[in-house]
């Protein structure tokens, strides 16, 4: 594993305002900080990319088949029914890991359902900023 995408989804660039109770204080600047310099550590090139837009998640991601080797994606909202952003990652072949900052499944009911998980490599939730740091971990130890 080279170079990993991180793409976010709809409202995570509300961080630190947006339900603090569920999400935490901190921002998507300190995120995207975080998962650049987990990048450099481990010794691989990262981007970070959010949209509100699912088509601009779908370009990305069709984007990144040519230049990434996994992606590391929170597709928001977008994950419980987005069936465009599902068939965008099947079509890439590359690796794409879904993350959520919450615990999906302790939340509403429709959280629980999610399109994009089985056409992703795997799908962590519930360990806040931490669930990004684990699917790069994974995508760089089983696809590297």
Do not use: W
């Amino acid at each position: 594993m080279k170079k990993l995408l991180v793409v976010n989804g709809p409202n995570l660039n509300l961080l630190g305002e947006r339900e603090p109770g569920i999400y935490g204080d901190d921002t998507y600047e300190s995120l995207c900080d975080m998962i650049m310099d987990k990048a450099e550590n481990m010794g691989i090139k990262c981007e970070v990319f959010q949209s509100n837009h699912e088509g601009a998640i779908i370009d990305k991601l069709h984007a990144a088949r040519k230049s990434f080797d996994g992606v590391v994606l929170n597709a928001g909202a977008f994950t419980h029914y987005s069936y465009a952003i599902r068939d965008a990652i099947a079509a890439i072949k590359i690796p794409v890991i879904e993350v959520h900052i919450s615990n999906v499944f302790a939340r509403d009911d429709f959280r629980k359902n999610s399109v994009i998980a089985p056409v992703c490599k795997g799908s962590i939730s519930g360990f806040g900023f931490a669930s990004y740091f684990m699917a790069m971990d994974a995508l760089v130890k089983y696809n590297g």
